[in-house]
């Protein structure tokens, strides 16, 4: 009873205030990961392991520690502990509020407008990019971020508490930043990129179940199996292909990074991405998050009756 009204409260958090406009932990996150990446970079995979254990573990631990201390001592603080902490590895909200301008000015023609806004959510290049290709980086981006904002750090907390949202997020956030095949990261990245592999092996694939469930889900069904195998990434393969064909929308195909169209594969089925695509994508996350937040409570309840 007490992990789902955490999760209860904490969605209710992020949906009143959205991420914290200053001081979030994860700007100081960042900047420990440079100091770290500048004190012991060196092209080799087991220094990336050793770099991603300094500056995950000990947070990690930090936040075992305080909340076994709090457990112990005074647990209505230690479930304002975990609430806080699920609050901070969230960002729900934050997903309308970095998509919804790109679907308001698609919807009043305002190209440049749209390509601004998008290129605060994607890393390909935005001034190149037409109407729909816009149009499907946001919807690509939504629908990825459904499991890396939302859903990952809603299934580690539920399995490890607020240690495992804290895992979660940390290892999510350092593929973010070091989990590229570039020259420089290729090896000392690997750690990074193949741990947050592991962490959302699961998750990845609860969320592509919900938006099969939740959209029009035999062409989400076919769309998973065909296409997904095809994308580079294990994890986002499953999450976009089932959300594309969830929506019957066309997305993938190539996309310009650094001045040059580098070829992927095309995902989902149907009519080409649009601002209407856009905002179907943040109501299939959020009926998503009510799909998770129903069976969570339904698993209690049931638990709660066979001990009665």
């Keep these: ?7 209860l409260l904490a969605l209710g958090l992020d949906a009143a ?5 200053r001081a979030h932990p994860l700007v100081g996150f960042g900047r420990l990961v440079r100091a770290v990446e500048t004190r012991l970079y060196a092209p080799r995979r087991m220094v990336g392991v050793l770099a991603w254990c300094v500056v995950v573990l000990p947070l990690v631990g930090l936040t075992w520690l305080l909340s076994s201390r709090l457990q112990a001592s005074t647990p209505w603080l230690a479930d304002g502990f975990a609430m806080s902490v699920l609050y901070l590895a969230v960002g729900h ?4 509020d970095h998509a919804m301008p790109v679907a308001r000015a698609l919807r009043g023609g305002d190209l440049m407008a749209a390509r601004s806004a998008v290129g605060r959510m994607v890393s390909r290049d935005t001034p190149s990019l037409d109407a729909a290709q816009v149009a499907a980086a946001a919807t690509e981006s939504v629908l990825e971020n459904g499991n890396d904002a939302v859903f990952g ?3 580690w907390f539920i399995v490890l508490g607020a240690p495992g949202a804290v895992l979660y997020r940390l290892g999510n956030t350092l593929d973010a930043m070091w989990g590229y095949r570039t020259p420089r990261y290729e090896r ?3 750690a990074a990129a193949r741990i947050d592999d592991v962490l959302n092996y699961v998750p990845a694939r609860l969320t ?3 938006y099969v469930l939740l959209g029009h889900a035999s062409c989400a069904w076919r769309c998973w199996r065909r296409q997904a195998p095809a994308w580079d990434s294990p994890n986002a393969g499953p999450v976009m292909a089932a959300g594309a064909g969830a929506l019957q929308v066309q997305l993938g195909g190539a996309a310009p990074y650094d001045g040059v169209w580098e070829p992927r ?13 856009i905002e179907q994508a943040l109501r299939l996350v959020r009926r998503s998050v009510m799909l998770w937040l129903a069976v969570l409570w339904l698993v209690v309840l049931a638990g709660r009756a066979t001990h009665a």
């Design 153 to 155: 750090a809603l299934f």
């Design 1 to 7: 009873m007490t992990t789902a009204l955490i999760v």
């Design 188 to 190: 000392f990245g690997w």
């Design 93 to 96: 909200r934050s997903l309308a």
């Design 17 to 21: 205030l959205g991420e914290p406009r």
């Design 208 to 210: 592509a179940l919900s």
């Design 265 to 277: 594969p095309s995902l989902g089925e149907g009519r080409a991405a649009d601002a209407q695509a």
